[in-house]
């Protein structure tokens, strides 16, 4: 059967509508269920708020900064307006299709926001009627986000292809993506960990009182950070990571010869069954007789991987496409498998690696810090090499002589970015199982604020637990597809700058130019990190003030008089306005570096600038994930009584080793992420102009 | 005036001599000094006696590593014995050179740990005197092993080339200084720290008595690691920096065409006149009238910097040598004081950062950690970008098309390694400043066991912040210049592979070939420093339990009764058996990786797994070493008064942030340095069986 363009057009659009549908669906489904109690009704709404605060006033910041590119693109890219003549209109289409990524990436956020404070307070009652249908809220809510951030960023691709026909305007759209995620991310994540870091510091190490105790002012804002954090920032997140390998495949589809428009259409095709996979995986996921939520959300994970590998076999051999990529994006899936269960092994607790943290912790707090600092960086190695054992099989089984004759010197390359899409495949799955992490965390502070009993806390509390592990191999996956991403966006530059007059072979990392940009790109997801970190570390010094006052002024909170209540709001505001004010600095530190790196080395320092940023940035956000998890699960571990249990010392000594960590799993190592990819869309977007100046290039 | 080749092997062994003779004269002037408190002269002794007890220990075990390792230079190097035929005696010669390397080596290390014995208790006893008298004795005593060390590294070299011609034989000699370096580095860094850490936690944290309090039974050890690690290991280290220097730019210098000798007698020349400056730096530092140690070992290290330059350029215009090296040389030399600067920033007590990090422990060890990983990322960057800008601008001053075609290719090459041999061109004042530490370190931990009073106490407590501010400094110094070598030896690696039959022009980034290797280099160092760590962590916890049954079992210890003495060997043994353990395995992970990626991607992976090494490693030897300094010194601000002083909830928290520091910044960090150097040694040794054969490449 020929397939043509317009069918898979066609075909986006039927799978997207499925998955709208079936979103809608699942949000009517959870709307559905019972929320009774008063005093939850009222604290999610609380939580509601706040995050609907946050969320309009971080849109606001973001939406001014978007509209400054927007008029930027229309007046320099591709090309200078005033050199652009009769294709002025590419301009205009970039600029829209920008504009377009930024409004369907903070549209998903904000309504996966909604089901999630939707979700979180009836998982949290339905966990006295038992787990399963606890479980289930939990994971449908998550599932609408999931299905709606995939179903945008099919759709949205599609749809700019089939009008502008150029999959380099993608680049505008996936850098809208991208660039609102970047924001996005490292808001949310400051937001989050500040009211996080505050709660316990104050909360559970300073009064010993429990995670929830309203007591705590600083309660809401903790899980309001949860949302806009956890969940907003990584639909973004993840939006982003698949419209740019989206974009990247398809870019380097359109450069290759004598495939008709075959290989742009396997692109479409493997984007939508990969969907259709996930919608599949999602309806079946449910907590068998005997089951654990882990093992539920595990194997739904496997069944979409096996759905996907059997979909685009058979799409495959009905269409004629090359059984080469099949087999990349194959791997490209498998090897994600691999680094999750490598990560998996570095953060759950029922392995090894977790039991040494929390028994180095009996040493004191110095040892938490160092063991886990450790066993974080010795976690990145499966993770490396297994990227680069995949961009190498990918690029091997493309790059025989035939299929380089065929179609042309950039087919290895394609080969790694639909390796990168095969990854990726999944994500609508991940996404779920991502989002669920948030939703069952906050059920379990609303089972303790809304007083369900001591037997909803429990199941709140192993429904939450599951979510800790299962991040663990969905962090796996999303740094492994961004790492493959990055790679074929590095061809992606490649081509553009030729195509901008640029001669360019190759990066050689013996031109010292390939050499001085390798070196500062390394430096900038250091440096990127470590501004959010110090944003967190800002702002919750300034919570624990703001908490201390509190407990200070008001008469009988600290005791837990009945009826004294502390300023949530508060709180609430010195998290939201120190976000927004950390949030541009490190986002605009890395664009700038890439724009000052092009401008002086030109072109062959920004191929070795990605490549620095690439290498550094892997390494240090999969140090960063990992060693994050790992502190909190050794945390868990402790708590649930080993190695002297709650209140001991090696317990305060574990808080101490999650405190550092929060910020770097759940602010710095997601962001890097991002950061590769704004950076890599950045510079394939400026490179003619980089091609026509600079200072050694 | 026409230089000749036999004319500068007479130079080097002329100023070598000097350097030598002066050495001695200083070891006799140290030594005639008085050490008359019979108290001090027994815990002198009692550390002399551990540290050469641990010394033999390690050699011993060295020895058997060397002696394998020189058996299979025999068989297998340069060429596998069976094909050498007639050139079977270059096999030998490197392996004789191999052996020489690591003795030298070994003997720089037992002399200075000899001459430092001698120091710390005479320093002590002159603190009596006033703070002048008790500097020169420190300093002295330090610039002995500086001496030593840089007068075996031109006297060695230069009689390696004298003898068999070929500076490719120096890469065993080289190879040899490394390897030892190597383990040496790691084997006192893992002693060090245990000693130092488990002292500190048991004593200021659990007890709250004062750091050199002798009812301790960890603190002769700890004194005993200062030797061991900072003298005799950091000894080794920059012994091995400078050969490495040395030798890249003298296979360099060979291999370039039309010079005659030139470029070698150059390299020659500005070694020893380096030594001969450092002489100069020596022999003039004091501390001035109102000056304090930090002036004076700051001065003495600029004065030796500008007569470095004024010497070079003198040679430089009377033998005609190359004007453009002379700049390479300079503009290395100037680069690294400036990175040693911006690293001063990071970490002096009287700049900004330091505060504030002492400030964020006022909130918590959390904070301490997390605001110290923050800027020691950021401080990364200014290096980064130093050693980035000196490569690119000793690559364009040596890259015109004129001078490429005089000299060839290469020149450009030899540009970068002659800057790093001017940055390492006042290594021998560096390891004086160095040594000067630990001496001084000694010295106050002697005034107090010896009961010298408070004065004493003050003025080594003095000379000891001084030598902790200039520690910052220095370490730039042999971090940068570590950059350097690799960069040059990345290139003497692409000469010796393609000497061996391949046909590289390059290391493509683009090439997957080349991607692997920069993964996997770029997971290695952070895997080795983590094995480090480890060994720290895991040793340390047993030593704080060998502490734990002291005072519990030996009566009246902890109450300091008079006359009870802590079984202080028990501890020592603990650190001596637990490091010779730790030293060997993380060492050997780096080259195995590199032998493994060698025979699986060929090498073009090679290149890539070099480049992906240097990148990580100096980032992360930047982090790591930056950011122990600055825990340490925002403890001592703390300490001083500020914040709560001693005893504060802040001073409990930058204790723990020091406590994480310390090995990073001494175990760790420093040792990065030299894995990077190993493995590209071991690259260009074993590059003509990766040409020969490998799976992929």
């Known amino acids: 059967m020929t397939p043509t363009l317009t069918m898979f057009y066609l075909v986006s659009v039927v799978v997207s509508a499925i998955a709208f549908a079936f979103a809608a669906y699942l949000y009517f489904w959870v709307k559905r269920q019972p929320q009774e109690n008063k005093r939850i009704t009222e604290v999610a709404g609380l939580i509601r708020d706040g995050a609907n605060t946050f969320m309009r006033r971080e849109y606001k910041i973001l939406a001014i900064f978007a509209a400054v590119i927007a008029v930027l693109i229309v007046v320099f890219l591709p090309t200078p307006i005033w050199q652009a003549g009769e294709n002025w209109w590419k301009n205009v289409a970039m600029a829209i299709s920008y504009v ?7 549209i998903a956020g904000k309504l996966g926001l909604v089901v999630a404070s939707l979700s979180n307070g009836r998982s949290a009652e339905a966990a006295k009627k038992g787990i399963k249908p606890a479980f289930l809220i939990g994971f449908r809510g998550g599932s609408v986000m999931g299905l709606l951030v995939v179903g945008f960023a099919v759709l949205g691709v599609a749809a700019v292809l089939a009008i502008v026909k150029e999959a380099s305007i993608l680049l505008g759209f996936s850098f809208g993506a991208s660039s609102l995620a970047l924001f996005a991310k490292a808001g949310g994540g400051i937001f989050t960990k500040t009211a996080d870091v505050a709660a316990d510091l104050t909360g559970k190490v ?12 600083a309660v809401i804002a903790d899980n309001v950070g949860d949302n806009v954090g956890d969940v907003a920032g990584m639909g973004a997140d993840l939006f982003d990571s698949n419209v740019a390998a989206l974009t990247s495949a398809l870019v380097i589809a359109q450069s290759l010869t004598g495939g008709d428009d075959k290989s742009v259409i396997m692109v479409l095709c493997y984007a939508a ?20 939520p882990t093992g539920a959300l595990n194997s739904s994970t496997y069944v979409t991987s096996a759905v996907f590998m059997a979909l685009t076999a058979g799409a495959t051999a009905l269409f004629g496409f090359s059984w080469h990529i099949w087999g990349c994006a194959t791997i490209g899936l498998v090897v994600g498998v691999i680094i999750g ?11 090894p690696i977790v039991k040494k943290v929390a028994h180095a912790s009996k040493s004191g707090p110095a040892f938490t810090v160092l063991s886990g600092v450790s066993y974080g960086f010795i976690s990145a190695l499966p993770a490396m090499i297994g990227i680069a054992i995949s961009a190498l099989a990918a690029y091997k089984i493309c790059g025989t002589e035939a299929l380089i004759e065929q179609y042309g010197a950039n087919y290895p390359l394609f080969g790694i970015s639909m390796a990168a899409v095969g990854m990726l495949s999944i994500v609508a799955m991940i996404i779920s199982n991502d989002a669920y992490g948030p939703i069952v965390d906050n059920a379990r502070g609303l089972a303790e604020m809304g007083g369900l009993g001591e037997e909803a806390i429990r199941v709140a509390d192993e429904l939450d637990s599951a979510g800790n592990t299962v991040k663990a191999v969905t962090k796996g996956f999303s740094i492994g597809a961004a790492g493959l991403t990055v790679i074929s966006l590095l061809g992606t530059f490649m081509s553009e700058a030729n195509a901008a007059g640029a001669n360019i072979t190759g990066f050689d990392i013996m031109d010292p130019t ?8 390394a430096a900038v997801p ?8 110090l944003g967190v570390d800002k702002n919750a010094q300034k919570m624990v003030a703001e908490i201390h006052r509190q407990f200070n002024s008001i008469p009988g909170l600290k005791e ?7 300023e949530y709001d508060k709180c609430i505001d010195v998290a939201t306005t120190g976000a927004l004010r950390e949030l541009i600095p490190a986002g605009l530190v890395a664009i700038l570096a890439t724009i000052a790196v092009g401008f002086i080395g030109g072109p062959t320092a920004i191929g070795g600038f990605l490549l620095g940023n690439i290498v550094s940035g892997l390494l240090l956000s999969l140090f960063m994930s990992n060693a994050g998890g790992l502190w909190d699960n050794s945390k868990k571990y402790v708590e649930a009584g080993n190695e002297g249990g709650k209140g001991s010392e090696a317990h305060k000594a574990a808080v101490i080793g999650d405190t550092v960590g929060d910020p770097f799993k759940d602010t710095a190592g997601p962001s890097i992420n991002t950061q590769i990819t704004v950076v890599s869309l950045v510079a394939s977007l400026l490179s003619s102009a980089f091609v026509a100046f600079s200072f050694f290039g």
Chains 1, 2 share one sequence.
């Open 100 to 106: 377009g990524g930024t409004v369907l990436s903070a």
């Open 206 to 217: 300073e009064l010993g009182i429990a995670e929830d105790d309203p007591r705590n002012p």
């Open 273 to 292: 069954l990969g969907l259709l996979a996930s919608i599949i995986g999602i309806a079946t996921a449910r907590i068998t007789k005997n089951g654990t």
């Open 341 to 351: 269960l490598a990560t998996d092994y570095f953060t759950d607790d029922t392995k």
């Open 514 to 521: 390939v050499f001085f940009g390798i070196l500062v790109g």
């Open 526 to 533: 250091a440096v990127f990190s470590a501004m959010l970190i």
């Open 560 to 566: 837990g008089k009945e009826g004294v209540v502390p």
